[in-house]
């Protein structure tokens, strides 16, 4: 199985700061890497899908980057509704695995 | 407007068999791939079976391969999750989630259905 790693496990920013997120795959995955955000008590959403296309209606100061193992996403400008749980996934291969995910806390 | 809406959860004894629904609108669902994702309280997300647009593809993890099935029916619109020999590391909320363009991109997810494993 592919194991996703990230990093940090968690961090806490200030509005308008430039957060990003660290995820390592096991395994080369070329750049079929997801990234999805999820509220307390929510179901996830997907924000970016192949490492860096941008969810319609999704704002543009989330972007994404990487391929082969490295990945990362980017919040260009910490707002107080991106106070979330960010999880990196693979789609390269089954079974489809997830990273542990990343809470994002506002200061 | 796109919708996921899961059932069938509950509380069930270890060893007990539960089976979850999911019945699906505002797209073609005869188009999609489905899949059943779940996450234990406090942690993170567990991909647990995939079922192909035709039914005639079916991937399962690890931990429920040979104790979960999965079935849909395009003619009603609904995807089945089928659970047998439950063990308490089975708690879970159990979402209901489309495919996007490429197998395994989760595009759309339901709000989750609660399956508690405890004698």
């Known amino acids: 199985d592919i194991q996703m790693t990230q990093s940090p496990s968690s961090l806490s920013a200030s509005v308008g700061d430039r957060v990003t997120v660290t995820c390592r795959a096991s395994?080369?995955?070329?750049?079929?890497l997801n990234w999805y955000q999820q509220k307390p008590g929510k179901a996830p959403g997907l924000l970016i899908s192949?490492?860096?296309t941008l969810r319609s209606g999704v704002p543009s100061r989330f972007s994404g980057s990487g391929s082969g193992t490295e990945f990362t996403l980017t919040i260009s400008s910490l707002q107080p509704e991106d106070s979330a749980t960010y999880y990196c996934?693979?789609?390269?291969?089954?079974?489809?695995?997830f990273g542990q995910g990343t809470k994002v806390e506002i200061k | 407007q796109l919708h996921l809406v899961e059932s069938g959860g509950g509380v069930v004894q270890p060893g007990g068999s539960l089976r979850l629904s999911c019945a699906a609108s505002?797209?073609?669902?005869?188009?999609?791939?489905m899949n059943w994702v779940r996450q234990a309280p406090g942690k993170g997300l567990e991909w647990v079976a995939f079922?192909?647009?035709?039914?005639?593809?079916?991937y399962f993890a690890d931990s429920v391969k040979g104790r979960f099935t999965i079935s849909r029916d395009n003619s009603r619109n609904t995807v089945d999750l089928q659970m047998n020999g439950l063990r308490p590391e089975d708690t879970a909320v159990y979402y209901c989630?489309?495919?996007?363009?490429?197998?395994?991109?989760?595009?759309?997810w339901g709000q989750g259905t609660l399956v508690t494993v405890s004698s």
């Open positions: 989630v489309k495919d996007g363009r490429w197998e395994g991109d989760f595009d759309y």
């Open positions: 505002g797209f073609s669902f005869i188009a999609s791939g």
């Open positions: 079922i192909r647009y035709d039914g005639a593809n079916k």
């Open positions: 395994q080369t995955i070329n750049t079929y």
């Open positions: 192949a490492a860096s």
């Open positions: 996934q693979q789609s390269y291969m089954t079974p489809w695995t």
